[in-house]
Nanobody
Framework: QVQLVESGGGLVQPGGSLRLSCAVS????????MGWYRQAPGKQRELVAA???????NYADSMKGRFTISREKNKNTLYLQMNSLKPEDTAVYYC?????????WGTGTLVTVSS
């Protein structure tokens, strides 16, 4: 059974940085895509960034240049480095795995950007 557990969220001031982690347990051999999504209060969940098992990355336009997604395959861990954070980045951030036609989600980690 595949499980995703996020960590690293918290309160940060505008302009600050945070690094989110997502630990994946279970067998995920083969081609897959992992990503980060976020959902702000009253808004729909949106893609932040994604990375394939081959290393190809994709970012939402508003995150380009500020956020960096990476993965450590031997540890089945996904990361999101977030720099130059803005109040509008406040949201619950979710880890996502797409594997063999199935989507898996973590429970989310809250990021609050406020002075």
């Amino acid at each position: 059974q595949v499980q995703l557990v996020e960590s690293g969220g918290g309160l940060v001031q505008p302009g600050g940085s945070l690094r989110l982690s997502c630990a994946v347990s279970g067998s995920i051999f083969g081609i897959n895509v992992m990503g980060w999504y976020r959902q702000a209060p009253g808004k729909q969940r949106e893609l932040v960034a994604a990375i394939s098992s081959g290393g190809t990355t994709n970012y939402a336009d508003s995150m380009k240049g500020r956020f960096t997604i990476s993965r450590e395959k031997n540890k089945n861990t996904l990361y999101l480095q977030m720099n130059s954070l803005k109040p509008e980045d406040t949201a619950v951030y979710y880890c996502n795995l797409q594997h063999l036609g199935i989507m898996y989600w973590g429970t989310g980690t809250l990021v609050t950007v406020s002075s």
